[in-house]
């Protein structure tokens, strides 16, 4: 079975703005499937954001295109392999124009800060204990002896 590929669309007011950001995130855009109404993102060999102009993501749609720096639509998680590769990728998308539209979140076994591109777009990295995701954050955090809660009780 071929692996499922994912793309995920999302609208720009700006698109070489976007494109910059994206790069500067350590992201690469691939010329094949980028012109003056779009660019393809790769996130890796099976994941890619499409960052469209928002007059092109509305002829996918009968939808109304919504504002992302007001309105949530999605909310895309990326996970990294520590905490200050959560930290390391947050200082550089804050150095190439986007914002932290609220506090970090330390759960003990998870760590997550937040990351709005220059359109608002909302992309969060995280990084998760191995140990949490194979037993489930209560018994992790158990076995730590810590006394925080889950993400499923917080």
């Given at each position: 079975?071929?692996?499922?590929?994912?793309?995920?669309?999302?609208?720009?007011?700006?698109?070489?703005?976007?494109?910059?950001?994206y790069e500067?995130?350590?992201f690469?855009?691939?010329?094949?499937?980028?012109?003056?109404?779009?660019?393809?993102?790769?996130?890796?060999?099976?994941?890619?954001?499409?960052?469209?102009?928002?007059?092109y993501l509305a002829t996918f749609t009968d939808k109304q295109i919504i504002d992302p720096k007001t309105h949530a639509q999605m909310s895309i998680a990326l996970?990294?392999?520590?905490r200050d590769e959560v930290d390391e990728v947050l200082?550089?998308?804050?150095?190439?124009?986007?914002?932290?539209?609220?506090?970090?979140?330390?759960?003990?076994?998870?760590y997550s800060r937040d990351l709005d591109d220059p359109?608002?777009?909302?992309?969060?990295?995280?990084f998760m204990e191995q140990a949490a995701a194979e037993q489930g954050p209560d018994a992790y955090l158990a076995e730590q002896g810590a006394d925080q809660?889950?993400?499923?009780?917080a």
């Open positions: 079975m071929t692996a499922t590929s994912i793309f995920v669309n999302f609208p720009t007011t700006d698109l070489d703005r976007a494109k910059a950001f500067a995130l350590g690469r855009i691939n010329p094949d499937f980028t012109d003056e109404n779009a660019a393809c993102v790769v996130l890796s060999d099976t994941i890619y954001f499409m960052v469209l102009k928002r007059e996970s990294r392999d520590s200082a550089k998308g804050l150095s190439a124009g986007g914002s932290e539209p609220r506090p970090a979140q330390d759960l003990g076994f998870m359109d608002g777009n909302n992309l969060s990295f995280l809660p889950s993400a499923a009780t």
